[in-house]
């Protein structure tokens, strides 16, 4: 009992005097710490080094640009005299212009084909390859490299490899063709105005199926094998299985691959440029090409810069409501 006192008394910072005479030295009590104190030695204020610095770099180059461009896009600005920045010479003549512009539709409907196009076609061979490699095939780690290596490679490189396979007189497609007798269906391909956005299209799925693919893998692996077990013991035959058991519950991995092949089909404009130069023609316009031409083949800056805050709306208008869904979730 006497050394539970004893020790009471200590906690509670009072003088002690020891059994055999000696003294007992008082424990220290820390002083509170300051306001000032407390705030340097908080975790928000230790990690600013790590996060300040690339946030502040992304705000000025990215978000910075984003709102420099929107108002660039509100003044004349022709890239030969700096624009007005007054709020009295901001207005939406330009957006008047490309609303009134034929090439700016033509380019615009070109860009949601192009998307939509690139978008369910890869969507389905991804699943098909997807199916096929989950089946327990010798050599699955081989067939998975070699359908998602194109994706590692950049437009540029894509581009002049389907240019090269497009050609109408040494291109692999219609040496091919002849070989086999078929001399009639060889074409001009990337020449031909019916053909030109098709073959776009046909390159970028070859391109990105693979990246589908992989995404559909890992949501048929997270399925339980109970799934198929249920639907074998029903009755249900293969296709019957995969489309009334299995697809459905592929959904959040046919909307996260959706959201990011449609993003890629926006910034399709280097294999564009590569394969047609800033002018495509009517028939493979879009309006990322359309921008650039304008922006820096005719000086229109302000006419380019709104055509560049479309083509960013259209691409908010595929990510955000993915965004908002996952939030709702809890994902995010």
Known sequence: MKRLYQKLRRM???????TDGGEVAQERV????????????????QSLPFWLPPFLLMGFFVYGAIGWNLIISLTDFGGLQLPTYEVSAFDLDMYRQAFSDPTFWTA???TIVLMVAFTVVCLVVGLLLAILVDQGIRFENTFRTVYLLPMSLSFVVTAKFWAWMYNFNNGMINVTLRRLGLDFLAMKWISNPDLKLAAVVFALIWQFSGYAMVVYLAGLRAIPTDHYEAARVDGANTLRMYWRVIVPQLRASTVSAAVVLMVFALKAFDFLYVMFGDNPGPAA???????????????????????????????LAVVTPYLYSEYRRGEL
């Open 285 to 315: 316009d879009i309006l990322a090409t359309m921008m650039y031409r304008e922006a820096f083949g005719s000086n229109n800056w302000a006419y380019g810069s709104a055509i560049a805050l479309v083509l960013f709306l259209m691409a």
């Open 12 to 18: 509670r910072g009072r003088e002690e005097v020891r």
């Open 30 to 45: 820390p002083a509170e710490e300051g306001f000032d104190t407390s705030l340097l030695r908080s975790e928000f204020v």
């Open 108 to 110: 615009a409907r070109n």
